[in-house]
C-alpha cells in the first residue's frame, strides 16, 4: 500500500537560514508523483513544488527544491534563505500516475524564528 | 482568478444532524476532490469527481455522499453527522481527473457537538 511518512513534527530555523523537511514514500508503482504542499494557519493547503518519478533532475521553485532520491524512496523539501512567513505546516504527498487520489504524510510544523 | 472556494468557512452542527459543504473549482477545471483533515493529521481522501462522475471513493462510511453539478462545483453532505466527523474538509480542483496538480481551497471547519 502507498505511504508517506514524515518523521520530525516540528522543526526550527532561523531566518535567512535553509531548512530541509524529510519524506520518505512507498509504492510498488514505478510511476508517481511526488508533491509539497503548504498549510498557513488558515487552513489552505498551498501547492509547493512537484516532482515526477521519472524526472532525472530535482525540481526547484524559487526558494524551494526537492532533494529526489530514488532509491532511497525520499523526497526532501529543501527551503532555502527561511523567511518569517514561512512559519506553517508542510505536508508531503503522493500520487500514483493514472490516479486521482493524493496520499498524505502527517506533515511537519516548521517555525522560523527572528 | 479566482481560486478554490468553499463555503461555509465555519459551521457547527449537532449529533444526529446532517450537513452540506460546497465547492466551486477554478474556472476551467473539471476534476473536484474532497478530503477530510482530522486536527494533527494529514488530509484523508473521500471523493473524487470528474465530468459530473464519481471516479473513486475512499474508506468512508455511507453517511458521507456528494455530487457534482454541470457547472463542476461540488457539494459534500455528510448524515447522522458524529462527534468525529469534526474536521477541515477540504475540496480542491484539477483541470482533468489525473496526473494533474490539485489546488485547494480554504476549508470548511466542522464542529459536531
Known amino acids: 500500500a502507498q505511504k508517506i511518512t514524515q518523521t520530525q513534527p516540528g522543526m526550527f530555523v532561523q531566518e535567512k537560514e535553509a531548512v530541509t523537511l524529510d519524506c520518505t514514500y512507498d509504492?510498488?508503482?514505478?510511476?508517481?508523483?511526488l508533491f509539497w504542499y503548504k498549510q498557513p494557519s488558515s487552513g489552505e493547503m498551498i501547492f509547493l513544488i512537484y516532482?515526477?518519478?521519472?524526472?532525472?533532475q530535482n525540481a526547484t521553485e524559487g526558494r524551494y527544491s526537492l532533494n529526489f532520491q530514488k532509491a532511497r524512496k525520499s523526497a526532501n523539501l529543501v527551503i532555502s534563505a527561511s523567511q518569517l512567513g514561512d512559519s506553517a505546516m508542510y505536508f508531503c504527498?503522493?500520487?500514483?500516475?493514472?490516479?486521482?487520489?493524493?496520499?498524505f504524510g502527517t506533515g511537519t510544523r516548521l517555525k522560523v524564528l527572528a | 482568478d479566482a481560486g478554490v472556494t468553499q463555503s461555509p468557512t465555519h459551521l457547527i452542527k449537532t449529533r444526529g444532524q446532517q450537513v452540506t459543504l460546497r465547492c466551486s473549482p477554478i474556472s476551467g477545471h473539471k476534476s473536484v476532490s474532497w478530503y477530510q483533515q482530522v486536527l494533527g493529521q494529514g488530509p484523508q481522501f473521500i471523493f473524487q469527481y470528474y465530468e459530473k462522475e464519481e471516479r473513486g471513493r475512499g474508506n468512508f462510511p455511507d453517511r458521507f455522499s456528494a455530487r457534482q453539478f454541470p457547472n463542476y462545483s461540488s457539494e459534500l453532505n455528510v448524515n447522522a453527522l458524529l462527534l468525529g466527523d469534526s474536521a477541515l474538509y477540504l475540496c480542491?480542483?484539477?483541470?482533468?481527473?489525473?496526473?494533474?496538480?490539485?489546488?485547494f481551497g480554504q476549508g470548511t471547519r466542522l464542529t459536531v457537538v
Open positions: 504527498a503522493m500520487r500514483e500516475t493514472g490516479t486521482y487520489k493524493y496520499i
Open positions: 509504492t510498488s508503482d514505478p510511476s508517481y508523483g
Open positions: 516532482q515526477g518519478s521519472y524526472d532525472q
Open positions: 480542491a480542483s484539477s483541470i482533468r481527473g489525473v496526473n494533474t496538480e490539485a489546488f
